[in-house]
């Protein structure tokens, strides 16, 4: 998929320049992100802000890339907006280069939490849960994680969000929602295997299943609306950054509810009975 759409990377992640504009009265943030782009031929994005030293409007324009704007192109893009916001009173304020170094070491140090993040949670569930066999079900949390983030990758690719620093936090907010809905299955099912000595590892894992059921899906449909909500918000009033975060995490919370109740357990029991483990518990 990456390959037929592409990555959309973030000016923090690939470079490229910075444009600011002083404003009144009001202007709409994604058609001036589109007539810049259909202008330079490049990615754009736009945000509206305050100058908090001023107190006044800005129309931040992010245009991707390893160059900056040429005189002709800053002139073009500049009559154009001009032409398209004739009551803004569009006065330019700053232009300049952002360079993608801070992007890169970002994202580096991103990759490493999660690999780390990936880590602990399998030495933790290793640990907690040895009596009914820890590693495997620790390897079978960390499949569906992956699953979630790549779900979450999808929508990236997908919608063309650019990926910038909300991708990160994106990430490790399901890794965190995940295995906290995965951990409670395990809980239970170690919990059943000592009252049901003599049941099989299927029936005892469906059971546990299903009586984590309600809360799983209470708390998945609770924080999806609360998402949800702020995406909502966050469209109405144009703020791209929220919106960014807000549509990849709201996939994300659907998948975590579906690969925690109907991927760890099964392939954890799958594994096991591959495994010849299962007699053991």
């Known amino acids: 998929m990456s390959f037929v759409n592409g990555i959309n990377l973030d000016i923090q992640f690939k470079g490229g320049s910075l444009v600011k504009y002083n404003y009144t009265g009001e202007i709409d943030s994604e058609r001036a992100a589109s007539l ?9 994005s736009a945000q509206i802000t305050t100058n908090l030293n001023t107190n006044e409007k800005q129309l931040v324009i992010n245009i991707a890339g390893n160059y900056g704007l040429d005189v002709r192109e800053q002139e073009e893009v500049d009559k154009a907006l001009k032409a398209e916001f004739p009551d803004a009173a569009l006065e330019l304020a700053e232009s300049s280069m952002v360079e993608p170094f801070f992007g890169r070491l970002f994202m ?3 990759i490493k939490a999660v ?6 949670i399998l030495l ?17 949390a960390l499949a ?9 990758y999808t929508v990236y690719v997908l919608f063309r ?13 399901i890794i965190g929602y995940t295995i906290n809905d995965t951990i409670v299955i395990y809980d239970r099912i170690r919990e059943n295997f000592r009252k049901y000595r003599k049941d099989t590892i299927e029936t005892v894992t469906n059971l546990s299943i299903s009586q984590t ?3 799983t899906i209470n708390t998945s449909v609770a924080l ?31 998948s975590g509810c579906y690969t925690s109740v109907c991927i760890a357990g099964p392939l954890w029991v799958a594994l096991k009975k591959k495994l010849g483990t299962e007699s053991r518990m």
Not at 144 to 151: E, G, K, Q, R, S
């Open 224 to 254: 999806f609306i609360s998402v949800a909500m702020i995406f909502i918000l966050a469209a109405v009033n144009g703020i791209e950054s929220v919106k960014n975060f807000a549509l990849p995490m709201a996939a994300g919370v659907i």
């Open 108 to 110: 580096i140090n991103g």
């Open 115 to 120: 690999s780390l993040g990936a880590v602990a």
């Open 213 to 215: 059921l309600g809360r």
């Open 161 to 173: 969000l650019p990926v910038g620093e909300s991708f990160i936090a994106v990430f490790l907010t």
């Open 124 to 140: 933790y569930i290793w640990l907690r849960f040895r009596r009914i066999g820890g590693l495997s079900a620790g390897l079978m």
């Open 144 to 152: 569906a994680i992956i699953i979630d983030l790549m779900v979450v």
């Open 36 to 44: 810049t782009s259909d202008i330079i031929n490049r990615p754009v």
